[in-house]
């Protein structure tokens, strides 16, 4: 099992940019693709991005348009989702999750994920 907790949000201006972090206890971290989400107020939680194990590949969502570049670190059972040129539609509360049977045709899927942090709250202001 996976508990996994994220970090980095906060208040940012138009244009700006944040990193959150995703830290993993307990084993196997780089066994799990580690998928990010977003869940803004009234919506549905929406894929950000994914990353597969060995973390040589990436997935995004069209909306991230070259903005965001997911990461990680296994060594340090980290992951990581850079965001760039960031917009008041991208404010939300970010979550990363974690699952191993992640195929390209389901990472865009929350439910098909095992595992989640708890969410940090990411706010775009103008």
């Known amino acids: 099992q996976l508990q996994l907790v994220e970090s980095g949000g906060g208040l940012v201006l138009t244009g700006g940019s944040l990193r959150l972090s995703c830290a993993a206890s307990?084993?196997?971290?780089?066994?799990?693709?580690m998928g990010w989400f977003r869940q803004a107020p009234g919506k549905e939680r929406e894929f950000v991005g994914t990353i597969d194990w060995s973390g040589n590949n990436t997935y995004y969502a069209d909306f991230v348009k070259g903005r965001f570049t997911i990461s990680r670190d296994n060594a340090k059972n980290t992951a990581y989702l850079q965001m760039n040129s960031l917009e008041p539609e991208d404010t939300a509360v970010y979550y990363c999750?974690?699952?191993?049977?992640?195929?390209?045709?389901?990472?865009?899927?929350?439910?098909?994920?095992?595992?989640w942090g708890q969410g940090t709250q990411v706010t775009v202001s103008s």
């Open positions: 999750a974690a699952d191993n049977e992640i195929t390209t045709a389901t990472m865009a899927i929350a439910n098909e994920y095992d595992y």
């Open positions: 307990g084993r196997f971290f780089s066994h799990y693709a």
